[in-house]
Each structure stands twice: as structure tokens, then as C-alpha cells.
């Protein structure tokens, strides 16, 4: 085996290891709802657990009761405790899979829509809203400018915390806040209902 060939194996292996990790999305290191194309929903939790009275036991029990409870009643799996760890920095991260949108809802009484802009409309959404572009250009669109984009994709949520959707998010209530992630951005007002408009 030449020096020549193991070079160039390791510029191989090298390639496919870029080109893997130009797949794979951005670490989530803040609470992040993230919705996959398939409608799933996953919710990584990240909060504070440094008093000593926290356990991590105690913790991933009571999540699992919930979730047992729950599905018992929804007469399917729909919600999972996929993990609960703690972290160096005294966080703890829990990471929650949800069957969609409606079980997520349902599990956490907190409001989370995502689907077509006309789904959004004849599921009782009137979209007399007013959205910004995320390029910081000034442009803004309202109802009737969304009324013809029916076909584009919109999550609507009522919560503090990021949104990570399958597509580029292209426009936001005013209190959506563009991240170094085009799939994601930060929602800061847990009080109104918040739209966001994606590809």
C-alpha cells in the first residue's frame, strides 16, 4: 500500500465526512420546537437544573407518566420522551417527539399550527395579520397577499421560544427575530399568536 493511495483514501474520507456534515442541521442549544416535513414535531427543552434538589430520575418519571396518560387517552403513541440528560453546565435537556402539530397542542395546552396557508384559513385562522420579510428589507405583506401564497407553508404558535421548520422561513409576525439559520427563527412574545411563513 502506497503513500500515494492512503493519501488519497484520506482526502476521501475527509470529503464525505464535509459532505455529511453539510446535511445535518445546526446543533439545537436553546428550547427549539422543530417541525419535520413528515408533521412530526420535536421539542428539545434546555433549562436551568442547578438547585440540588433537581433529579433527573424523579424528572424523567414524571415526563413519562404524562406522556403514558396521555397517549392512554389519545388511544395511540403520539407522545414520546425520546431523552432527558444533564448537561456539564447544569442544564437539562429533554427531547420530546410528537406524532404532530395537534398532539402537541393537545399534550402541552399551548397552541401550535403548521400547514398550508389555506389550511391555516379554513382551519379558522382569518391571517389578518401583518408579516415582515426576515431580510430586513422593510417589505411587509398582509391578508391579502398571503391569500394568494395558499400553497406556501405557515407555522402559527403562542409561546416564547425557537421554531425550526423543514424550508427557509421567509417572513414573521413582529415579534419573530431571524437566527444564523434560515429554517429557524426566535419567537419572543409568548402572549399573541405568532405566524410564520415559510417555503
Known amino acids: 500500500m502506497t503513500r500515494k493511495w492512503i493519501m488519497r483514501a484520506l482526502c476521501i474520507l475527509c470529503l464525505a465526512a464535509m459532505l455529511t456534515g453539510c446535511g445535518r442541521e445546526p446543533e439545537v ?3 427549539t420546537i422543530e417541525v419535520k416535513k413528515n408533521g412530526q414535531v420535536v421539542h428539545t427543552i434546555i433549562e436551568d437544573f442547578s438547585e440540588s434538589y433537581y433529579n433527573l430520575d424523579e424528572l424523567e418519571s414524571t415526563i413519562q407518566q404524562a406522556c403514558d396518560t396521555y397517549n392512554a387517552s389519545a388511544g395511540k403513541e403520539a407522545v414520546v420522551l425520546k431523552a432527558a440528560k444533564e448537561n456539564d453546565d447544569h442544564t437539562v435537556t429533554v427531547v420530546m417527539q410528537y406524532a404532530d402539530a395537534s398532539a402537541y397542542s393537545a399534550f402541552n395546552k399551548l397552541a401550535l399550527f403548521v400547514g398550508t396557508v389555506k389550511d391555516a384559513f379554513n382551519a379558522g385562522y382569518d391571517l389578518n395579520v401583518t408579516l415582515s420579510s426576515l431580510k430586513g428589507d422593510g417589505e411587509q405583506i398582509g391578508k391579502e397577499d398571503l391569500l394568494k401564497m ?3 407553508h405557515i407555522a402559527v404558535v403562542r409561546e416564547a421560544v425557537n421554531v425550526r421548520v423543514w424550508d427557509k422561513v ?5 415579534d419573530v427575530e431571524a437566527t444564523a439559520n434560515a ?8 402572549d399573541m399568536l405568532t405566524y410564520i411563513l415559510f417555503d
Not at 429554517?183 to 409568548?190: I, N
Open 29 to 31: 442549544t436553546e428550547t
Open 150 to 152: 395558499g400553497e406556501k
Open 170 to 174: 421567509r417572513y414573521g409576525s413582529e
Open 183 to 190: 429554517k429557524t427563527v426566535s419567537v419572543t412574545d409568548a
